[in-house]
């Protein structure tokens, strides 16, 4: 297994853990977190640029209940790791439930820190889930 693949598989593991420090600390200074997004305007996706910016995103999941968060493949190229994840969650506010296969793309820098990330996600059923 690659560096990458393991870092990724780390930070995976510290999200369990609730432990937020250990996901920045593998993170580089001027991470950019949801880049490239233009969809709509869901807290979640908010593009945030900054290693001191991305607290902000974990803060936000506190609206959710998280029934299932399952990343069970790595796939690997071009300094980039792709990871399918099983989700289901429940919008607290509103009590609707999501089930998505949601991929995320982590890009690394040359040192192993991570330079980008994003959420592939269904935004339609998280914006029809969290409207009243």
Known sequence: MSKNVNAVKAIY???GKGDVPAILSRLAPD???EHDWG???LGWYEPRRGRDAVPAFFGTLADFEFARFEPFAYLEG???VAVPVR???VVKASGKRIRDLEMHLW???VDGQVAKFRHLVDTLQFSTATRP
Do not use: H, I, P
């Open 87 to 89: 989700l289901e969650l």
């Open 107 to 109: 890009t690394f820098r």
């Open 39 to 41: 969809g709509e305007t």
């Open 31 to 33: 991470v950019e977190w």
């Open 13 to 15: 593991d510290a999200f």
């Open 78 to 80: 071009d300094n980039m």
